[in-house]
């Protein structure tokens, strides 16, 4: 990866917002921008609704909201439970933190 | 023009009726193409190959700077059913002489590993304008001779920085043009 010295060759042309995002990736590799802590971050749907699955999948009355429950990590990251299972499949870290994921409560 | 709500507009009239099969990648890529290209850099611009649909566009990068100013890159871009699970599908549509980017047009950037050990690959809080800022930045920032998919061409530049720059330059001039 480039180093931070690199960032003087950024295009004037990007907008200044941009460039600090890419300079924060370049030295920590992980971020995440306008994620506030009751949103998903995977769904991008409040933990407290039903998670972008459930609302499409679900009939229109019903919105499967007491289904779909939220789960919170060690690292005090949340997510849908719904939404989490399947990252798990991919990649057992917690999508925010990079750290193992372990599950720490699940409820709403 | 077409703008998005119209393309949206269109694209549930069409689906009505029909089980989507991939109603997240559709939902997110709603949001996504928007944010994309209100955040799209200067030197790139998005075409894509059906109205209809959001999945599948083609990123042209064309650098501002550096040894591949001039050139004008196509990245073919297949956003598939289960994003955002997975990182897109990306392939380079243009030949060029680079250390990330083999002559197939297979591109070596961490975002888009499917399979991380590194935490460095994909996750799903990323998003299709980090894609974009990404492969822009495989002609700047992210350019990488350490750790190169086309190792001749990583080694060329070891050896011979002017055989570097004048092979690239070739490159450009024989399939990079607009
Ligand atoms: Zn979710
Ligand atoms: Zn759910
Ligand atoms: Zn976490």
């Known amino acids: 990866m480039a180093d931070e010295n690199d960032n003087e060759r950024i295009d004037e042309n990007q907008r200044p917002d941009k460039m600090f995002t890419l300079k924060k990736w370049n030295a920590v590799a992980m971020w995440s921008w306008d994620v506030e802590c009751d949103t998903c971050a995977i769904c991008r749907v409040q933990v407290m609704d039903a998670c972008l699955r459930c609302q499409a999948e679900s009939k229109k009355d019903s919105y499967g909201k007491q289904d779909c429950v939220v789960v919170w990590g060690e690292c005090n990251h949340s997510f849908h439970y719904c939404c989490m299972s399947l990252w798990v499949k991919q990649n057992n870290r917690c999508p925010l933190c990079q750290q193992e994921w372990s599950i720490q409560r699940m409820g709403k | ?178």
């Not at chain 2, 460095?120 to 700047?140: E, K, Q, Y």
Request: proline content about 4%; glycine content about 4%; aromatic content about 10%.
């Open chain 2, 1 to 178: 023009m077409i703008t998005l709500s119209q393309r949206l507009k269109r694209k549930n009239d069409s689906d009505s009726g029909i089980v989507n099969r991939a109603p997240i990648r559709d939902r997110l890529l709603v949001k996504e193409a928007q944010e994309m290209s209100q955040l799209l850099p200067a030197s790139c611009s998005v075409q894509y190959h059906n109205e209809n649909d959001l999945s599948k566009f083609t990123l042209v990068v064309q650098p501002t700077e550096g040894y591949w100013e001039g050139g004008s890159f196509k990245f073919d871009i297949n956003v598939t059913e289960e994003y955002n699970m997975v990182p897109p599908l990306v392939k380079c549509a243009t030949k060029l002489w680079h250390p990330n980017i083999s002559e197939n047009g297979e591109v070596c950037l961490s975002l888009l590993r499917r399979h991380s050990v590194d935490g460095m690959g994909w996750s799903p809080i990323r998003r299709l304008n980090d894609v974009v800022w990404g492969l822009h930045a495989l002609f700047t920032d992210l350019l990488n001779f350490e750790d190169p998919l086309n190792v001749e061409a990583a080694d060329q530049f070891r050896y011979s920085k002017e055989d570097f720059k004048s092979k690239v330059t070739e490159y450009v001039l024989s399939y990079a043009r607009e």
